[in-house]
């Protein structure tokens, strides 16, 4: 079964910093492109960041740019999110999600834009003094 | 990276059919075929319903389908049951190599 599991979400006080983690299992992590959403409390979905499968590439929002990193170990099969200068607007439940995969005359491509086929459950991250 | 615009609303009874709107612009709706759908249950992750505009992920019922015309990508949802009501959320790729969704539509059957 394919599973992703976010940890490290808490309270941390704004200009402060966390790590999310993602461990996936039940796929070949190294493959597939991966993204962090997060959804602010009563609020909409806003993408945050994604990462090829060796790391290659990454983007990221305006709203995070220059403040997070997304980096991966794929010998660990875990994503991680590095969030630094933390602000109150920052507070949300943060998800990282699969990214889907196409053949294209034979070859296998994976990008997120594809859409994002498996999802955590998501780890609550909250920016307060 | 403004949000795409979706209605916040809309309602209808069991059986009926309802259609979603998703507004963006010639730099993502309008420029690529990269838009999904996500239906949000309370409490709950998010669960792709539509990829590529118009595909369904193996699983997910043939009463949900999708369409793009111009700047605006449609789901539309046939025979609609109670299990239907959910927050369902548009996505597009953009021409900053970035994803954006949509503002949000609360479905309720009534």
């Known amino acids: 079964e394919v599973q992703l599991l976010e940890s490290g979400g808490g309270l941390v006080q704004p200009g402060g910093s966390l790590r999310l983690s993602c461990s996936a299992s039940?796929?070949?992590?190294?493959?597939?492109?991966m993204s962090w959403v997060r959804q602010a409390p009563g609020k909409g979905l806003e993408w945050v960041s994604d990462?090829?499968?060796?790391?290659?590439?990454?983007n990221y929002a305006d709203s995070v740019k220059g403040r997070f990193t997304i980096s991966r170990d794929n010998s660990k099969n875990t994503l991680y999110l590095q969030m630094n200068s933390l602000r109150a607007e920052d507070t949300a439940v943060y998800y990282c999600?699969?990214?889907?995969?196409?053949?294209?005359?034979?070859?296998?491509?994976?990008?997120?834009?594809?859409?994002?086929?498996?999802w955590g459950q998501g780890t609550t991250v909250t920016v307060s003094s | 990276q403004s949000a795409l615009t979706q209605p916040a609303s809309v309602s209808g009874s069991p059986g009926q059919s309802i259609t979603i709107s998703c507004t963006g612009t010639?730099?993502?709706?309008?420029?690529?075929?990269?838009v999904s759908w996500y239906q949000q249950h309370p409490g709950k992750a998010p669960k792709l319903m539509i990829f590529?505009?118009?595909n369904r992920p193996s699983g997910v019922s043939n009463r949900f389908s999708g369409s793009k015309s111009g700047n605006t990508a449609s789901l539309t949802i046939s025979g609609l049951q109670a299990e239907d009501e959910a927050d369902y959320y548009c996505?597009?790729?953009?021409?900053?190599?970035?994803?954006?969704f949509g503002t949000g539509t609360k479905v309720t059957v009534l």
């Open positions: 999600a699969k990214c889907g995969s196409r053949m294209v005359r034979g070859v296998l491509y994976y990008y997120c834009y594809y859409g994002m086929d498996v």
């Open positions: 039940g796929f070949t992590f190294s493959s597939y492109a």
């Open positions: 990462i090829s499968g060796n790391s290659g590439s990454t």
């Open positions: 010639s730099s993502d709706v309008g420029y690529y075929n990269y």
């Open positions: 590529d505009v118009s």
């Open positions: 996505s597009s790729y953009t021409t900053s190599s970035t994803l954006v």
